[in-house]
C-alpha cells in the first residue's frame, strides 16, 4: 500500500489549478485539491461555507497527519489501534484550503442531518461508531471539532438514512438489520425504536434495502422507498398511511443497487409533490459480479411519482447512458437535476464496478418529454462506490471520492482510490451568462419567518422581471448516491422594483410552515433568466 503522509498545514491552492473545457458539451471540470489526504465517502456544507468530509477509521493510516503529533487510541479498532492519521477533514469553500479533524469512532456508512443551529449532527457507523453520534458545530476560527456520545443510539446503525423534521429533531431509519427507526436528540418520549415491518419486507437475498430513500412530504408523513417499493409513513403514530405501486420493471435501487432519488422543486401553492428515483443495478447484478467477475449492465431508467395524486403512478423515462451509483443534486435554477458519478456496470461493493459514468446529465422535469436530459462535460477522474457530490453556495458541486476498495489502494488496481476534490461548473456559470446573472446586495446571513415577506436587494444587468424566481436550498448530507435531507422550495413572489440607482429589490414570501421547510439553515438564490446568482444563507425556525 502506497501511503503519501501530508504535513498538517493549512494548504492552499487555485480554484483553476486544472481546467478541462469540451466545446462540444456544457459544464466545466475544475480540479481544487489533488489530495486532501482521505477519500470523500460523506459531506455536508455547513453555514460558514466549510464542507466537513469524512471516510472512515478502519480503512487503515490515511494520508494526512493529526496535528501536533496527536494519535487515536482504540483498542477496538479492526485497522489500527493507535492511529496519527485524520479521517475527516474541514475544507474551506472560500480559500480552497483544508485542515484535519479528529474523528474517534469509526463512521463508515453512517448518516446525517443539520441540527436548527447549523451543528451537523452525524450517526452510526460501524464497530465501536455503530450507535455514535457525532455533533461538529462550525466555527470560525480552526479550533471546532467533533464532540462524540458513542452510545447516544438506541441500536446500531449501519447503512441508515436520517431526515430532518418539523420539529428540527432528526428520525434515523433502518440500516442493516433494522427494520425500525428511532429519533434525536433523545427526550423521554423517544427512548426507544419503533418498528418499520416495510423495511423487512423489501429486503431481498441481496439486501437492497439499505439506505432507503427518505423524503418529507408536504403532509407532515414520510414517503419512504426501499428496493422497488414506497408508503407513506406517519412517524408519530408508527402507521402506514398510503402504500404506492412498485416501481415499473421490478429492479431494486436501494444499496447494493444504489441508484438515486430526489424530491423535486416544490412550487407554490405547495399542494403537489413528485419523487424522482433514477439508475440502480439489476438484481442480478450484485451476485454475479460477487462471484463470478461478470459486470451487468446497470439501470437506464428514472421514474417520477407525484406522491400527492389520489391515484398516483410511476412515469418512466431512460437516460442518456446506464448508470449505478449516480448521485443526484437539485441546481438552484429550481428546473435543473444534475445526475453525476457512479458507473455504467456492477453495483456497489468492493470492486464490484466496471465502466466509470464519467459524463453528467442534466435532468428537466418540466421540458417536454423525450427532451429532457442533456448531456455534460465529462470529468476524466472515476468516481466510483464510495464518491459524493454536494452543491456549494456558489452554484459549483464539490465532487470527491471514490474508493472501491476494502483499505486504502493507491497502486496496482484498477481503480485507485481517490483523495482529490474537484468542482464541475453548470453551464449557468459560464462567462456568457454574466450579464443575467444577479447579485445579491443584501448581507449574508439573513433572518426568516414562516410565511412572513422579505426583501433582497440586488444589482444585474440585464433583468427579466418576469422571469424572476427566488429559491430556498437546504444543503444535503450527500453519502452512498443519495443525498439527505435535500430540499429546494420555489418562493412566492410578491413585488420586484427598480431603485434610483438602477439596482433592484425583490420582496419574497418565506415557506408558510415548517413541515415544507424544516428549521435551519438554507442558501437562498435570486434566479434571473434561468441564472441564479451566488446564494446568501438564511436561517429560519
Known amino acids: 500500500m502506497n501511503i503519501r503522509h501530508l504535513v498538517p498545514l493549512l494548504l492552499t491552492a487555485s480554484f483553476l489549478t486544472t481546467t478541462i473545457t469540451t466545446l462540444a458539451a456544457p459544464g466545466r471540470w475544475d480540479l481544487l485539491q489533488s489530495n486532501i489526504g482521505i477519500s470523500a465517502m460523506h459531506m455536508q456544507l455547513l453555514h460558514n461555507d466549510r464542507v466537513v468530509i469524512f471516510d472512515r477509521t478502519d480503512f487503515g493510516q490515511s494520508n494526512l497527519s493529526l496535528p501536533n503529533g496527536q494519535c487515536r487510541h482504540d483498542p477496538t479498532e479492526l485497522a489500527l489501534t493507535t492511529d496519527c492519521t485524520a479521517h475527516s477533514v474541514e475544507y474551506d469553500t472560500v480559500s480552497n484550503s483544508f485542515r484535519p479533524l479528529t474523528v474517534l469512532t469509526d463512521t463508515w456508512c453512517s448518516s446525517g ?4 443551529d447549523g451543528s451537523l449532527v452525524q450517526t452510526g457507523g460501524f464497530n465501536d461508531g455503530e450507535r455514535a453520534v457525532r455533533v461538529f458545530k462550525p466555527c470560525e476560527d480552526s479550533t471546532c471539532d467533533w464532540v462524540e456520545n458513542q452510545t447516544a443510539l438506541v441500536v446500531r446503525r449501519w447503512y441508515a438514512t436520517n431526515q430532518i423534521l ?3 429533531s432528526a428520525v434515523i431509519i433502518g440500516g442493516r438489520r433494522q427494520f425500525n427507526y428511532e429519533f434525536y436528540p433523545k427526550s423521554t418520549a423517544t427512548l426507544s425504536t419503533l418498528p418499520f415491518r416495510f423495511l423487512s419486507d423489501t429486503k431481498d437475498p441481496n439486501e437492497n ?3 432507503p430513500f427518505v423524503h418529507l412530504n408536504i403532509d407532515g408523513n414520510l414517503f419512504v422507498f426501499s428496493n422497488n417499493r414506497s408508503v407513506l409513513l406517519d412517524y408519530k403514530k408508527n402507521r402506514i398511511m398510503r402504500t404506492f405501486p412498485p416501481m415499473a420493471g421490478g429492479e431494486p435501487r436501494n444499496y447494493p ?3 438515486s432519488s430526489a424530491l423535486l422543486p416544490l412550487k407554490p401553492p405547495y399542494t403537489e409533490a413528485e419523487v424522482l428515483v433514477c439508475g440502480g443495478a439489476p438484481f442480478a447484478s450484485y451476485a454475479q459480479a460477487k462471484n463470478n467477475g461478470t459486470f451487468i449492465p446497470a439501470l437506464t431508467t428514472c421514474g417520477r411519482l407525484k406522491i400527492t395524486d389520489t391515484s398516483p403512478s410511476w412515469s418512466m423515462e431512460t437516460m442518456p447512458n446506464p448508470r449505478v451509483m449516480g448521485d443526484m443534486l437539485l441546481l438552484p435554477t429550481g428546473k435543473d437535476v ?12 468492493w470492486e464490484l464496478a466496471q465502466d466509470p459514468a464519467y459524463t453528467p446529465v442534466i435532468y428537466r422535469p418540466e421540458a417536454p418529454a423525450g427532451s ?14 464510495h464518491s459524493s457530490a454536494i452543491l456549494l453556495r456558489d452554484g459549483r458541486i464539490l465532487v470527491g471520492g471514490s474508493n472501491p476498495h476494502i483499505y486504502y489502494n493507491f497502486s496496482n488496481v484498477q481503480y485507485p482510490t481517490d483523495l482529490s476534490l474537484e468542482a464541475f461548473s453548470p453551464e449557468y456559470l459560464s462567462a456568457s451568462n454574466s450579464n443575467l446573472r444577479p447579485k445579491i446586495v443584501t448581507a449574508s446571513p439573513i433572518e426568516l419567518s414562516y410565511d412572513k415577506q422579505f426583501s433582497l436587494h440586488f444589482s444585474v444587468s440585464l433583468v ?13 448530507f450527500c453519502t452512498h448516491s443519495f443525498s439527505m435531507n435535500q430540499r429546494l ?3 412566492q413572489i410578491s413585488k420586484v422594483t427598480t431603485l434610483p440607482d438602477g439596482t433592484y429589490e425583490v420582496a419574497a414570501v418565506a415557506p408558510p410552515w415548517a413541515v415544507l421547510a424544516p428549521p435551519g439553515y438554507y442558501m437562498v438564490f435570486i434566479v434571473n433568466s434561468g441564472i441564479p446568482s451566488e446564494g446568501i444563507w438564511a436561517h429560519i425556525q
Open 464 to 476: 427579466d422581471t418576469t422571469g424572476l424566481s427566488v429559491n430556498m436550498v437546504l444543503p444535503a
Open 489 to 491: 422550495l420555489i418562493l
Open 209 to 211: 434495502n439499505l439506505y
Open 166 to 168: 418539523p420539529d428540527g
Open 372 to 385: 429532457r436530459f442533456e448531456l455534460q462535460t465529462s470529468a476524466t477522474t472515476p468516481r466510483l462506490y
Open 113 to 116: 442531518t443539520v441540527a436548527p
Open 257 to 259: 443497487s444504489s441508484g
Open 338 to 349: 444534475l445526475i453525476i458519478n457512479g458507473a455504467g456496470s456492477g453495483t456497489a461493493g
